[in-house]
């Protein structure tokens, strides 16, 4: 089955459009992933694709129905079973085995006998046996949520799926299980990703830009190579322009001089030309010397337009880099000694079925592993000393530490950009480096008034790195509590450079076995 998308859009009552004149088609069982930075529209895409939204211009046919997985679900006052839309079978079913004949019921059925079976299958594979059909949806967690979704790939074998960042607050082991979907479903399938290891398995790549959609005919890593290539080019372009320009003000500047010589030596023969003919000449000389002025500086401004576009293309296009300074403890010193920890919530069982003992030295990259509940931030507190075990014991070295959770909280609050930034300017830098420093994180004075509270995911980490910079109080230990989540592909890359050159003790727990990979993280406890 495929989904044809012909030129749409879609504006906001009022306001600019968020994207324009849209053309794509997804061909039957044919996976695409749709990349973009935060702010481009790739989730309202989805959401009219699904029938959620109602496009402005344009047309969309899909050859079946789709089954839309969203980023986020809202209140819904539903019981999971009408949530998966199956609460209506399911009350059938009862009704015909506790001997009901009524029509009705069997027509609602649709001889779908194995239909709660096929539920009772999914719920297992994706580890939610502990959830009943008829609890509420809204009580979930994040990650329940998601795997509800997924569970009803399962449970309707659905031909169009169309899935809006689906590894969010997924564990590693059911990342695993929804690629191995992506490997073997035959569908036509959208996603909107940004987990590298999730958008390399697929071949088709879009990407949505405030210019359009531009379709990559390769995986996520093709894609890479491409963009660096253009990036190459986009550069040369700027050296030669910059070049071109360089040679036509040297031009213009030498034309001026010879014009200016040729004025000099017109004044010293003005004695010897009669008065008509030396006001005919001195014209003649004025005008040629104004069209060669107006002209050059035609040549010189087309040439600046053409460079202040070239550089302005760069700017979207370049990676930021946030610089934070190194640690100062030195490697090898004995921050964390775990002896036989284990914790208990209330009168509950231990959290561990075996207590926990471990060191941690200043300067190591530690990747703390394990699905949810598993107890990974429930040690970090025991680490940080928010929490003391129940038995055993944990004795830590004095060091300061920062812990970073997928929210960034830190930032999530009541001030303008400006304010946070002068908050955490701790030590008197001067206004106009503050602001400075904004400007590199890619806060433009326009901006400088924007709540943080309005913030994307991207924004805020971006905002929280810089007021670290600002702050200069880099701590000893960095904690980051599934980062990555809520983060496009631009916002990924900066911070996966920015923590890789952090030189200081690293504990990270995620899913995102790319992200850990990339900054370095090769010692694990698994819980």
């Not at 304010?419 to 326009?446: I, M, W």
């Amino acid at each position: 089955m495929s989904i044809i998308v012909s030129d749409i859009s879609y504006h906001y009552q009022n306001q600019n459009a968020i994207f324009e004149h849209i053309s794509f088609t997804v061909a039957d069982n044919s996976i695409v992933s749709l990349i973009g930075d935060n702010g481009t529209g790739k989730s309202t895409l989805l959401k009219v694709i699904a029938g959620e939204l109602q496009q402005s211009d344009g047309s969309i046919i899909c050859s079946s129905s789709h089954y839309y997985i969203p980023q986020n679900v809202g209140i819904t006052g539903k019981s999971v079973s009408k949530f998966l839309n199956v609460s209506e079978k399911l009350e059938s079913l009862l009704a015909i085995t506790q001997g009901s004949t009524l029509q009705l019921h069997y027509d609602t059925l649709a001889d779908d006998w194995d239909i709660e079976a096929r539920c009772q299958r999914a719920f297992a594979k994706w580890g939610l046996s502990h959830i009943g059909l008829t609890d509420d949806f809204d009580n979930l967690s994040g990650g329940e949520k998601t795997k509800i979704f997924l569970a009803g790939l399962d449970i309707h074998n659905p031909k169009v799926v169309l899935m809006d960042e689906p590894t969010n607050h997924l564990d590693l082991t059911s990342r695993e299980i929804l690629y191995d979907y992506i490997d073997n479903v035959k569908a036509s399938v959208i996603i909107v990703s940004h987990d590298v290891s999730l958008l390399g398995r697929i071949n088709t790549t879009m990407e949505l830009t405030p210019k359009g959609l531009k379709i990559y005919g390769g995986d996520f890593s093709f894609y890479s190579d491409v963009r660096e290539m253009e990036s190459n080019s986009l550069q040369e372009k700027i050296h030669n322009e910059e070049k071109r320009l360089r040679e036509v003000r040297k031009t213009a500047q030498e034309t001026r001089q010879r014009q200016e010589k040729r004025v000099g030596r017109g004044e010293r023969n003005k004695a010897q030309i009669i008065r008509i003919l030396r006001k005919t000449v001195s014209n003649r000389g004025e005008n040629t010397e104004a069209k060669l002025r107006e002209r050059h500086e035609k040549i010189v401004q087309q040439s600046r337009e053409r460079l202040t576009d070239l550089r302005s293309e760069q700017i979207n296009k370049a990676e930021l880099r946030i610089d934070v300074e190194d640690a100062r403890l030195h490697n090898g010193k004995l921050l964390i000694n775990a002896n036989s920890v284990n914790y208990e919530f209330g009168k509950g069982p231990s959290l561990w079925s075996q207590p926990l003992s471990f060191e941690i030295f200043s300067g190591e990259r530690i990747h703390i592993m394990g699905d949810n509940g598993s107890g990974k931030t429930t040690l970090i507190n025991l680490i940080t000393g928010q929490l003391e075990p129940v038995s055993g014991e944990v004795t830590r070295a004095p060091f300061s530490y920062l812990y970073l959770d997928q929210e960034y909280r830190e930032v999530n609050v009541d001030n303008t950009i400006l304010e946070l930034a002068n908050r955490y300017n701790t030590t008197n830098l001067p206004e106009h480096e503050v602001k400075t420093r904004l400007n590199r994180a890619l806060f433009p004075k326009d901006v400088w008034d924007k709540s943080c509270l309005v913030l994307s995911g991207g924004e805020r980490m971006r905002l929280y790195l810089c007021c670290l910079m600002i702050s200069n109080q880099i701590p000893d230990m960095l904690i980051l509590d599934e980062p990555t989540n809520n983060l496009d592909l631009s916002s990924l890359r900066i911070l996966t450079d920015t923590v890789r050159d952090y030189r200081g003790t690293l504990l990270v727990v995620s899913h995102d076995s790319y992200f850990v990979r990339e900054i370095g993280a090769g010692r694990v406890i698994e819980l």
